[in-house]
Nanobody
Framework: QVQLVESGGGLVQAGGSLRLSCVAS????????LAWFRQAVGKEREFVGY???????DYADSVKGRFTISGDNAKNTVFLQMNRLKPEDTAAYYC???????????????????WGQGTQVTVSS
């Protein structure tokens, strides 16, 4: 089993920044794909971005240029740096990870095996 714990959420004004962390523990592996998703109240969970074990990243168009995902493999930690936040970024943010090979879209929710409990980000206007 693998446990994921997110932290770093909070309340921030529009234009501000937050950095979320996702720490993995348990039966982790050095080869992984970790994604961030978010879910606003009344909306479906949506893909934010991902990082893999070789440092490859990609982002949803809605956050590209504002959000950056980075990883510290030695500490089993992945970060989501969020800059120039907008009220529409308000959501619960979740990290999710898979260790198996998967050739489909990294945005596919069902392709991830372990999920964190989420951390709330609220952006005021």
């Amino acid at each position: 089993q693998v446990q994921l714990v997110e932290s770093g959420g909070g309340l921030v004004q529009a234009g501000g920044s937050l950095r979320l962390s996702c720490v993995a523990s348990g039966r982790t592996s050095s080869t992984y794909t970790l994604a961030w998703f978010r879910q606003a109240v009344g909306k479906e969970r949506e893909f934010v971005g991902y990082i893999n074990w070789v440092g490859g990243t990609d982002y949803a168009d809605s956050v590209k240029g504002r959000f950056t995902i980075s990883g510290d493999n030695a500490k089993n930690t992945v970060f989501l740096q969020m800059n120039r936040l907008k009220p529409e970024d308000t959501a619960a943010y979740y990290c999710a990870i898979r260790y198996r090979d998967y050739r489909g879209s990294p945005a596919m929710i069902d392709s991830y095996d372990y999920w964190g409990q989420g951390t709330q980000v609220t952006v005021s206007s």
